[in-house]
């Protein structure tokens, strides 16, 4: 079942396009990785996908429904998004940060069953030690799960992720790309992520599009994309690749 149909997209600033015909659909559950160089689009397509942005050509389709025909509360309950650069929010609980996913739902006042969502969450997350804890006071691995936990408690059907892992360190990293990785297994949510790490693009996508020259250069799961071509035309780098249970892994050729 197609969740997600992005059907010729292009985006530009003036007269320099970022990319243009930017065909793909994502179906229900899918963790999908968009990777490329730095000014490939990554996080430009990511925010024509909600809207945040305007393509120039195209549309966004949710089902049948374009995304731009919906409203900004519309939007809201379905898209969950995630920047790469971290939120600098007021003193709040984790719990009254997990909360404001419902602001969608109940813009004029938060309802007894809002809190109740906002509850179960973050016992789904297994974030209850922190519920009563100043979230500006947590790590920076507990604070992307409970901007994660925010996502969930809006209701969102797909999660756009830009940079997830950006400024953690390896033992978070690898818990935020467990957890997209079960939320799509487990809620069947859908994931889109702007990633520069290609061995974890690898290891926890279902399929990986490569950005390039302003295209799709690529476009499938992670052992037909990632091939030693792929990578030298993409990122201009060399690499051998291992084979480690049918997930390709990079390693960098220097020289």
Partial sequence: ??????????????????????????GSGEVVSIVGRNGAGKSTLLKCINHILKPIKGMVLL???????????QRAQ????????????????????????????????????????????????????????????????????????RALAQGADILLFDEPTNNLDLKHQLQIMRLIRSLSREKAITSI?????????????DRVVVLHGGKVFANGQPAAVFTKEVVREAFGVEVKI?????????VMVDG
């Fill in 63 to 73: 089902g049948e429904i374009p995304v731009a025909a919906m409203s900004h509360r």
């Fill in 78 to 149: 379905r898209f969950g998004y995630l920047s790469q650069k971290s939120e600098q929010l007021f003193p709040a609980t984790v719990f009254e940060v997990v909360l404001t996913g419902r602001y969608p739902h109940s813009p004029m006042r938060f309802t007894r069953r809002d809190e109740e969502i906002a509850a179960d969450v973050i016992a789904m997350m297994e974030l209850g030690e922190f519920a009563s804890r100043l979230y500006n006071r947590l790590s920076g691995g507990e604070q992307q799960q409970v901007l994660i936990a």
């Fill in 193 to 205: 992520l702007a990633i520069h790490d290609l061995n974890f693009a690898a290891t926890f996508s």
């Fill in 242 to 250: 291992y084979d480690h249970h049918g997930v390709p892994h990079m």
């Fill in 1 to 26: 079942m197609v969740t997600l149909r992005i059907d010729g997209l292009e985006y530009g600033y003036s007269t320099k396009p970022v990319f243009s015909d930017v065909s793909l659909d994502i």
